[in-house]
């Protein structure tokens, strides 16, 4: 028995050691959320709804562009529509064969496209909940999707780091984009339809050529991967968050850098961002547990929204800019109200 045993141990301290790394490697876990002098409370530590349905992490969230539904994308493999106003569950998508990590709606709102782990993305009629149509060539998880202003093309951002451009009708690969050196965690149209950005895991923003996919510059910063990236409304600024705990503004047209913003506490990365359809603010999604809504010019942290349980994956503005859906490992949607930060910048504005 001992020589058996012995013969297996060093077997078993490899294992533990493989497990040990795995586990340092991957995001920390915050302390809880009511331990004395971490955190203070706010009137925002309630949401206004608690959308509950999901059984495994809520990884993406989206309004459609009327504001009456959310979309979210969740570890268990489905997509799930909700009514906004009363967040009552109105459809259960399911087809996808992994975590599903992204989802966005098409301009019109008539479709939705869901990326997924399953090296697919998928098409759904809103309408019926049914699947319309399956996006193939990617060559490993599929971790971003977003629509063009005009809803005719689809951008999707890839573990295989590639950037790959598809026909949203008929369904074919258009253009396959790449120069990243590891994997792309996000991509996202500007506002008229030419370039998207892309953020990925070799700590870059960088901007493209929808047309040609030449590559237009590299915004160099952040000091780990860039989880998330997002348009101003007006084109002239991109958002991105990192696992460096930061998030940053460029200029959009030269890729210049224009500020920091720093305040999500710990080591905990910055999965989202999103702009408000106004520009003035944006919002912050953390594994510190946090949502975090920030003033774009004078580009102070204007609140901080507690009540998630686990680290925050997702975080989307509704289109008049009173409200914010995110997603959380706690397997849920938290809706705020975040109506009077829009007063705030208001006042902050020069005559």
């Known amino acids: 028995m001992s020589t058996r045993f012995s013969g297996r141990f060093p077997a078993v301290i490899t294992l533990l050691l493989v497990a040990g790394f795995m586990l340092a490697a991957a995001e920390p876990e915050p302390p809880p959320s009511k331990k004395p002098g971490w955190e203070w409370i706010s009137p925002h530590d309630k949401p206004i709804a608690v959308l509950r349905g999901h059984e495994d992490r809520v990884q993406s969230v989206a309004f459609s562009p009327d504001g009456s539904r959310i979309a979210s994308a969740s570890r268990d493999k489905t997509v799930r529509l909700w009514d906004a106003s009363s967040g009552r569950e109105l459809a259960v998508l399911r087809g996808h064969k992994e975590q599903v990590n992204s989802v966005a709606f098409s301009p019109e709102g008539s479709r939705i496209a869901s990326a997924s782990q399953d090296m697919t993305v998928r098409l759904w009629d809103v309408a019926s909940g049914k699947q319309v149509g399956v996006l193939r060539g990617h060559e490993h998880w599929v971790q971003s999707v977003a629509f063009s202003p ?202």
């Open 150 to 351: 005009d809803g005719s093309r689809i951008a999707t951002a890839s573990v295989d780091k590639s950037v790959r451009l598809w026909d949203a009708v008929r369904r074919n690969e258009l253009l396959v984009i790449r120069g990243h050196q590891r994997p792309v965690f996000s991509v996202a149209f500007s506002p008229d339809g030419a370039r998207i950005a892309t953020g990925s895991a070799d700590k870059t923003v960088r901007l493209w050529d929808v047309s040609s996919g030449k590559e237009l510059a590299v915004l160099r910063g952040h000091e780990d991967g860039v989880k998330s990236v997002a348009f101003s409304p007006d084109g002239s600024r991109i958002v991105s968050g990192s696992k460096d705990t930061t998030i940053r503004l460029w200029d959009a047209i030269n890729g210049r850098p224009l500020a920091v913003l720093r305040g999500h506490e710990g080591s905990h990365w910055v999965h989202s961002v999103a702009f408000s359809a106004d520009g003035s603010r944006i919002a912050s999604a953390s594994g510190d547990r946090t949502v975090r809504v920030w003033d774009v010019v004078g580009r102070n942290e204007l609140l901080v929204l507690r009540a998630h349980e686990s680290p925050v994956w997702a975080v989307a503005f509704s289109p008049d800019g009173s409200r914010i859906a995110s997603g959380s490992r706690d397997t849920t949607v938290h809706l705020w109200d975040v109506s009077a930060t829009t007063a705030s910048t208001e006042k902050g504005k020069s005559p």
